[in-house]
C-alpha cells in the first residue's frame, strides 16, 4: 500500500544536547566543516544513510542513541562549544558593520531559484547556485540581506537514464517539516498568510517559510496551503514547471507575493524594512509593481511612486540571449492585473514597463528583463563580457545612446569559497599556515607549499572523486536495468593517476555539451592514448521541455556506454551540490565551451580554480577578464571577433568543427604532456603515466596549480563579488532611496514632476548649428579648438541639461571611437529659448579627428545622464 500523505515527526532532544536542533536548523552546517564533522561522529552510518542532512539524521537516530550522545561529556562539550560559535557568527560584527550609517540597515533580495544545499532542492543550476553564494557571503560578511523566493513542492526534478539513455525526469514531493524550514506564524500561532487576488474571484494563498543561512533569513512562499483550490495549490509545484499562465503566475506570487510575506515578515519579528530591493534576473520583476502600489495607496500618483520605487531598485540580467528572458502574453498579463492584483496602480501603466516598444521589438509580448530593467535606477551584468553584450542587448530602450553608454554595468559573480572548497585543501592549509588561510584570506601563500605536497594532495582528491564516480555509475547502470553480475567493470572505472577532465553543467545547446563528440575517433584516441591518456567525468541536466539538449544527452551517454571507453569517460546522472562536492575538487582541468558569448558568467570553472583545478575555456564570461596564459588554456575561436562583435566566416557546423580540432590539439599537444611532466612537443616514450619514477613531478603543471590558486582565488571568491555589490550597487542605491524617501518623498514628488515636465519638453530641444573656432587647415597634436553650439531648449533651462562635445578618433563612416567628453557652458542667452554654448578641447590624437555636441537632461536624482533615454544630437 501506499500512503497518500507523508509527514515527518521530529525528534524531542535531552537538554544537554538540545543545541543540536540549532545546529541542525541553521544552514551554515552546510559550509561549517566542524558542525559536519560533529554530526557524522555522533552516529556515521545514519549520517551517510540521510544524505548528509543533519535533520533527516536526527530524526533517524534512536532514543537509545540519543542517550548515549546525551551522557557522553567529550560529545556534549564539542555540541555546546559549536553552539556558542553559532551565536557568536550571528552576532558579532563583521565587515558590513564598519562601514558606517550610509549603508543600508536591510536589502531585499529576490530570486526565483536558491542553491545552498542538496538537502533543500530549489534549484535547476547556476542562477541559482549564484544566488544561493550570494547569501552565504553575505551572511559571513554581515551583509543585512533577507532573500526572497518560492518553495518548490517538487523542486527540480531527479535525472535518471533509460536503457538507451534517454533522460527520465521524477519530481520526488518534498515535505517541508523534513527540512530545515520553520513556518511563519502569527501570534496566535497560526500559519502567517499572504492572499493575491486571481482573476473569476478566486484568491492565491500562500504561507511563509523560513530558512536560516547563516545569519541571513530566506523567505519562501507555498501555495499548497488548503483554502487554495487545485490550481493555486499547483503554482508553487516545480521550479521552471508549466505553461505560461501557470509560470506568471509564480511569477506575480514571487514578485508581488514576496514584499508582501515582507511585511509580514517585519510585523512579526520587528526586522527593518529593507531599504535596497535587488532583482535577481526578470522572473522577479513584479516586486516594483507592488512597491509601487504600496506607494500609490498613500495618496501617490504614478510618475512619484515609479521614481521613488526606481531610486533603490537594482537589477541583475544573466542572459545574454533573448530567447532566455521570460514573455508572456500582453493579453495574459492584462487578465491578470484586472483581477485587482494592484488596484490602484492603472494596468496600462505597468503593460508600459514591459512593453517591447522598440525597434525590433514584439509590441504583442510583455518582457520581464525589460520590466525589470524600467523599475531599476540601477542594473547590472554578470561578467564585463556579459555587460558589454547586455549593454548591445538592450540598446533599444536608450536610442541615440552609443552602446558604450547604456546605464548597464557588471558585477562578475563569484563563488561561495567555504562551500566549495575541499576539506582535504582546508586542513592542507591550516596544518602549513594556520586557520582558514583558504578562506579569502591569504591565497599567495600556495606559492609556498611544496611540490610533492601538492601534487600528493592533488591525487587524493582525485581518488576521492573516483571512489564516488564508480559508486554512482554502479547506481546507474542498476537503473538501467543492469544486473549486478554484470557490473564488476565498474570497480575499475577510471584512474587516480590519469589526467581527469570535468564538464558538468545545465544542457542548453548553446554550451555545447557534445562538441567533444564531433570527432569521436580523436576523442577516443586521447582517451587511450599510450602515453598521455586523458579520462573525462561529465554530468548535467536538460530542461524537461528541451528535446534538443535530452539528444545530446542521449549521444554522449550512448559513447560513454562503449565497452572500449567507458573506463576512461562517465557521464552522472542527477547532477546537483552533492555531486559537486567531489567533482570540482577531483578534477585537474574544467572544460566549458559554449557559443561565444552566450555564457553570461559561469561559475562551476572558479569552483574547480579554488580547488587547483585549471580551466580549459572558450573566452567568453568570467574567463574572457580573468584567464591570464596561466591559470589555464583558451580555445581559440573559428570567427574572429572585435569586441563582443563577431564576424561569421563559418556555418555552425564549420565553426564546431574547427573549434573541436582546436580543443583535440590542445588536449593531445599542450595539456595532457604537461600533466605527465613532458614537454609539450616532446616524444615521450612508450612508458604508462602509472610508471613514471616517483620523484618525476610535473613542476610546470604544478606551478599553473599555484598560480591559479593564488590569483584567481581572491578574484573568483563571492566575498569579492559582495563587496562589488556593497560599495557599486548597494550602498549609492540606498543613499538615492533615502533621498526620495526624505520629508514625506518630496524629493521623488518633485523628480518625478521634473521628469514629467521634461518629457513633455523635450520634443522642443535641438542643436541648431555647431561652430569650430581656431583650427588651421593642417591642424596639429597640441592645437586646441573652440566649439561653439547654438542650442534651441524649448521651455527647459540650462539649469534642466548638459551640453556636451564628444570628440575623438573617427572612423570612415564618421562613428567616433574612445571619445571623450566635454561640458559646454553658456556663453549667451540669445533670448526664446535660445542660448549659445562654448568650449575649449585640446586636440591630443593624430590621424582622423572628428567631434559632435549633444544635449542631455541633467539632474541630481539621475543615476545616470542615460537613465531618461531622452538626448539630442546634433
Not at 553608454?405 to 602549513?432: C, F, K, M, Y
Not at 573652440?786 to 562635445?805: H, I, M, R
Request: hydrophobic residues 40%; proline residues 6%.
Amino acid at each position: 500500500m501506499k500512503a497518500i500523505r507523508r509527514f515527518t515527526v521530529r525528534t524531542v532532544l535531552p537538554d544537554s544536547i538540545a543545541p543540536l536542533a540549532r545546529l541542525a536548523g541553521n544552514l551554515r552546517w552546510s559550509w561549517h566543516q566542524p558542525t559536519r564533522e560533529l554530526f557524522n561522529d555522533l552516529d556515521p552510518q545514519i549520517w551517510a544513510q540521510s544524505g548528509h542532512d543533519p535533520v533527516r539524521a536526527l530524526g533517524m537516530v534512536s532514543r537509545q542513541t540519543l542517550e548515549r550522545i546525551s551522557s557522553d561529556p567529550d560529545l556534549v562539550g564539542r555540541i555546546r562549544s559549536l553552539d556558542e560559535g553559532l551565536e557568536r557568527y550571528l552576532t558579532e560584527p563583521r565587515w558590513y558593520q564598519s562601514l558606517g550609517e550610509d549603508a543600508p540597515r536591510s536589502i531585499a533580495y529576490f530570486s526565483p531559484e536558491y542553491g545552498i544545499s542538496a538537502v533543500l532542492p530549489q534549484y535547476s543550476g547556476g542562477l541559482g547556485i549564484l544566488a544561493g553564494d550570494h547569501l552565504k557571503s553575505a551572511s559571513d560578511l554581515g551583509v543585512p540581506l533577507i532573500g526572497v523566493g518560492l518553495l518548490y513542492q517538487a523542486g527540480y526534478f531527479k535525472q535518471s537514464l533509460s536503457r538507451d539513455g534517454w533522460q527520465q525526469e521524477t519530481y520526488p514531493v518534498l515535505d517541508p517539516n523534513g527540512l530545515p524550514l520553520t513556518l511563519l506564524r502569527e501570534e496566535d500561532g497560526t500559519p502567517a498568510r499572504i492572499s493575491l487576488p486571481l482573476p473569476n474571484g478566486r484568491h492565491l494563498m500562500a504561507q511563509i517559510w523560513r530558512a536560516d543561512v547563516g545569519r541571513v533569513p530566506l523567505l519562501l512562499l507555498d501555495a499548497d496551503v488548503r483554502g487554495n483550490d487545485d490550481a493555486a495549490r499547483g503554482i508553487t509545484d516545480r521550479l521552471y514547471g508549466g505553461g505560461g499562465d501557470h509560470r506568471l503566475q509564480q511569477e506575480l506570487l514571487l514578485g508581488m507575493g514576496g514584499v508582501k510575506a515582507l511585511r509580514v515578515f517585519e510585523r512579526l519579528t520587528g526586522a527593518p524594512a529593507p531599504e535596497v530591493f535587488h532583482t535577481n534576473e526578470g522572473h522577479a520583476g513584479f516586486l516594483g509593481v507592488e512597491r509601487i502600489r504600496e506607494l500609490m495607496d498613500t495618496g501617490m500618483h504614478w510618475e512619484e511612486a515609479l521614481t521613488a520605487a526606481r531610486a533603490s531598485t537594482i537589477f541583475t540580467t544573466h542572459t545574454p540571449v533573448p530567447a532566455g528572458i521570460d514573455r508572456f502574453d500582453v493579453g495574459e498579463v492584462r487578465h491578470f492585473l484586472n483581477a485587482g492584483l494592484a488596484q490602484s496602480v492603472p494596468t496600462n501603466k505597468v503593460l508600459s514597463l514591459g512593453a517591447e516598444d522598440y525597434e525590433g521589438g514584439d509590441p504583442n509580448v510583455f518582457n520581464m528583463a525589460v520590466m525589470g530593467l524600467r523599475l531599476a535606477q540601477r542594473a547590472n551584468g554578470v561578467a564585463k563580457l556579459h555587460g558589454q553584450v547586455s549593454r548591445a542587448m538592450f540598446s533599444g530602450l536608450w536610442p541615440g545612446f552609443d552602446v558604450s553608454e547604456i546605464p548597464i554595468t557588471s558585477v562578475t559573480n563569484g563563488v561561495h569559497v567555504p562551500t566549495w572548497v575541499d576539506p582535504e585543501l582546508t586542513r592542507l592549509a591550516q596544518e602549513e599556515f594556520g586557520v582558514g588561510t583558504v578562506h579569502d584570506r591569504d591565497w599567495t601563500r600556495a606559492y609556498e607549499v611544496s611540490d610533492e605536497r601538492l601534487w600528493d594532495l592533488r591525487r587524493r582528491l582525485r581518488s576521492n572523486l573516483i571512489d564516488d564516480v564508480r559508486r554512482r555509475v554502479r547506481a546507474a547502470w542498476r537503473k538501467r536495468g543492469t544486473p549486478d553480475a554484470s557490473l564488476g567493470w565498474t570497480d575499475d572505472v577510471l584512474d587516480p593517476d590519469i589526467l581527469t577532465i570535468g564538464f558538468a553543467r545545465r544542457v542548453p545547446t548553446y554550451k555545447r555539451l557534445t562538441l567533444m563528440l564531433r570527432d569521436p575517433a580523436r576523442l577516443k584516441a586521447l582517451l587511450l592514448h599510450p602515453d598521455h591518456p586523458v579520462q573525462l567525468v561529465v554530468a548535467g541536466k536538460s530542461h524537461p521541455a528541451d528535446e534538443q539538449g535530452k539528444r545530446m544527452i542521449q549521444d554522449l551517454v550512448q559513447f560513454t556506454d562503449d565497452p572500449e571507453v567507458r573506463h576512461r569517460i562517465v557521464f552522472l546522472p542527477n547532477y546537483d551540490i552533492a555531486m559537486a562536492r567531489t567533482l570540482f575538487p577531483g578534477c585537474d582541468v574544467w572544460l566549458n565551451n559554449p557559443i561565444r558569448p552566450l555564457e553570461a558568467s559561469g561559475t562551476s570553472g572558479m569552483k574547480s580554480a579554488i580547488n587547483g583545478g585549471l580551466n580549459l575555456s572558450v573566452m567568453d564570461g568570467w574567463w574572457d577578464e580573468m584567464y591570464d596564459g596561466e591559470n589555464g588554456w583558451a580555445i581559440p575561436s573559428a570567427n574572429p571577433r572585435d569586441g563582443i562583435h563577431t564576424r561569421e566566416l563559418y556555418t555552425a557546423d564549420q565553426r564546431d568543427d574547427i573549434e573541436a580540432a582546436a580543443l583535440y590539439d590542445l588536449l593531445e599537444n599542450t595539456v595532457a604532456p604537461l600533466f605527465y611532466g613532458q614537454e609539450p612537443s616532446s616524444d615521450a616514450g612508450s612508458a604508462g603515466p602509472s610508471e613514471a619514477p616517483a620523484d618525476a613531478l610535473p613542476h610546470e603543471w604544478l606551478e599553473m596549480v599555484k598560480h591559479t590558486l593564488a590569483e584567481l582565488g581572491p578574484k573568483v571568491s563571492a566575498n569579492r563579488m559582495l563587496r562589488d555589490y556593497v560599495n557599486n550597487l548597494y550602498r549609492p542605491a540606498c543613499q538615492s532611496g533615502r533621498a526620495a524617501a526624505a520629508d514625506q518623498y518630496q524629493a521623488a514628488k518633485d523628480l518625478a514632476a521634473w521628469i514629467l515636465r521634461v518629457r513633455d519638453a523635450w520634443g522642443g530641444v535641438a542643436v541648431e548649428h555647431v561652430d569650430s573656432i581656431g583650427i588651421s587647415d593642417a591642424p596639429q597634436i597640441g592645437d586646441r579648438l573652440t566649439v561653439q553650439a547654438y542650442v534651441n531648449l524649448g521651455s527647459l533651462k540650462p539649469t534642466d541639461v548638459v551640453v556636451e562635445a564628444a570628440y575623438g578618433k573617427v572612423s570612415e563612416a564618421d562613428n567616433l571611437s574612445d571619445h571623450q567628453l566635454l561640458e559646454l557652458s553658456v556663453a549667451e542667452d540669445l533670448g526664446s529659448g535660445r542660448y549659445l554654448y562654448s568650449g575649449e578641447m585640446h586636440i591630443e590624437l593624430a590621424g582622423p579627428f572628428g567631434y559632435t555636441v549633444r544635449v542631455l537632461p541633467n539632474h541630481p536624482g539621475l543615476a545616470s545622464k542615460a537613465e531618461l533615454g531622452l538626448v539630442a544630437n546634433a
